[in-house]
């Protein structure tokens, strides 16, 4: 069983993208934002591929990471 607490940092380190501080979090998104309203979030250009499989897995399974890659989606898309 998975313990780990799901943030947006966690999410980050497991995306392989800088995430020691708030800063690095939002740098990413100011850098990507706004995402086109026809792009899913895994399809996005800026993903590596195993990043956009991780993305694509997570939402299609309602995994556990689901909650938080929605909430990433949602900060793209402001």
């Known amino acids: 069983m998975d313990l780990t607490q799901h943030s947006l940092q966690t999410l980050f380190a497991q995306l392989g993208l800088p995430s020691n501080t708030p800063a690095d979090i939002e740098r990413f998104v100011a850098d990507h934002r706004p995402l086109a309203a026809d792009v899913k979030l895994a399809d996005a250009p800026f993903w590596t591929p195993g990043q956009s499989q991780f ?21 793209l898309r402001a």
């Open 55 to 75: 993305l694509r897995e997570e939402i299609n399974e309602d995994a556990e990471w689901a909650e938080i890659v929605d909430q990433l989606n949602a900060m």
